[in-house]
């Protein structure tokens, strides 16, 4: 007796295609990250008031579209003319929301940049050379992971004063130390390989067999790392903000954002909210892309067919 199957129903058969595609792709936080792209590149165009300039200081804690709030018996009610908002001195806190997140798509820039070319590079000729530039460099990257960076950061800035520029040294500092022991340890078994000895025997240079050979086997994780350092970059801003040793005020950004509203959390919850939720699905989104370059280019790890 043959068993016959009852077809699903087309929408049972569209959701489900659908569901496949959002699982195979990563729909939602790529959207997220082209938002940010979008926001950081055309943010003082798209901001619907201007971020820094205090204009009335009455339209302070003016609460987001749809809630009220009340101080003693003043109350005040959200309207879309500030759609998330006033804070403290009555800026508009989307406004700030969306040119701050220049900063965090600067960091994400800085990280992809000194991470993978300043910190790619070093790895694979640590691990190719072996001996005691290997050791010297190895030994810098241990000594670098142990310091704390906080503390680190702190007394920079409390030398050289609190600045943009000093911020983006610091982060670039930070972001090329994780990109080494992967990309090393890869090399040391590249260079073992068939291929690269054939290489080396037919008199090739070190340079060329570094960036030729070694290059196209290492890249894959190095983009992997990339994209989930980016997240721990942008906390890692947020939090030297937020400690008043990071972007300078009246500067928007995220963490400043956060550390200004800390103080009426109780009173004006959106002003640290929104900017906390923004921070909250940026990260959230470079880690799971990272997760999917991975599952996706790792040849080791594939899971996605």
């Given amino acids: 007796m043959e068993l016959t199957t009852t077809p699903l129903p087309p929408v049972i058969r569209q959701l489900a295609g659908f569901w496949t595609f959002i ?9 997220v990250i082209v938002l940010l792209i979008v926001l950081g590149a055309f943010g003082p165009y798209i901001a619907p008031h201007d971020p820094v300039i205090i204009t009335n200081i009455l339209d302070r804690h003016i609460p987001p579209v749809g809630f009220e709030s009340c101080i003693g018996t003043k109350c005040k009610t959200g309207s879309w003319t500030h759609p998330l908002g006033t804070d403290h001195v009555g800026r508009d806190v989307l406004s700030r929301i969306i040119v701050g997140s220049r900063i965090s798509l600067i960091v994400a820039a800085l990280s992809l940049v000194v991470g993978l070319i300043v910190g790619t590079s070093i ?4 691990g190719y050379l072996g001996g005691i530039f290997d050791e010297i460099i190895t030994r810098v990257v241990d000594i670098w992971l142990a310091l704390p960076f906080l503390m680190v950061a702190l007394l920079v ?16 500092v930070l972001s090329w130390v994780g990109f080494v022991r992967v990309v090393r340890a890869q090399t040391l078994q590249l260079k073992e390989m068939d291929y690269v000895s054939l290489a080396r025997i037919a008199g090739a240079h070190p340079v060329r067999i570094i960036f030729r050979h070694v290059l196209p086997g290492v890249i894959n994780s190095a983009i992997v790392i990339a994209t989930l350092n980016v997240g721990n970059l942008i906390l890692a801003e947020a939090t030297l903000s937020f400690l008043g040793a990071g972007i300078p005020p009246p ?3 995220w963490g400043v954002l956060i550390s200004e509203g800390r103080e009426y959390i109780s009173t004006a919850w959106w002003q640290t909210a929104f900017p906390g939720v923004g921070i909250f699905l940026v990260v959230m989104s470079l880690n799971f892309l990272g997760d999917w370059a991975r599952d996706r280019f790792d040849p080791r790890l594939r899971q996605l067919t």
């Fill in 251 to 253: 500067t928007p950004a």
């Fill in 123 to 126: 790895g694979m000729i640590s």
């Fill in 23 to 31: 699982r195979r792709w990563p729909v939602i936080p790529a959207t």
């Fill in 157 to 172: 800035v409390l030398i050289f004063g609190q600045s943009i520029g000093v911020v983006f040294l610091l982060l670039a």
